[in-house]
């Protein structure tokens, strides 16, 4: 499995941006998707979930800002970044969970205030 994510970049405060992430192979349709976060000087953080049949999960910190969904037809889930703030700065990675983990390169957000 391989997982390609984009997407990311710099926004001002109150911007939005919208991740991408690409995977490779079978597992996709029957794995539980999720998006992390590892912002400098910090451990790497679940923010967003989605399972194969579609249920959502976030972190508090983006609960009711960010958006996880997945297009089964094009492998790929996507990450709805709404009303960012530089607390949102970090390199967001996305994950396959499927009897083990898979990861992606990363994606660099910069939220400037």
């Known amino acids: 499995v391989q997982l390609q994510a984009s997407g990311g970049g710099l926004v001002q405060a109150g911007g939005s941006l919208r991740l991408s992430c690409a995977a490779s192979g079978n597992m996709f349709r029957i794995a539980i998707m999720g998006w992390y976060r590892q912002a400098p000087g910090k451990e790497r953080e679940l923010i967003a979930m989605i399972s194969s049949s579609g249920t959502t999960g976030y972190a508090d910190s983006v609960k009711g800002r960010f958006t996880i969904s997945r297009e089964i037809g094009k492998n790929t889930v996507y990450l709805q970044m709404n009303s960012l703030n530089p607390e949102d700065t970090a390199v967001y990675y996305c994950?396959?969970?499927?009897?083990?983990?898979?990861w992606g390169q990363g994606t660099l957000v910069t939220v400037s205030s």
């Open positions: 994950n396959l969970n499927y009897q083990r983990n898979y």
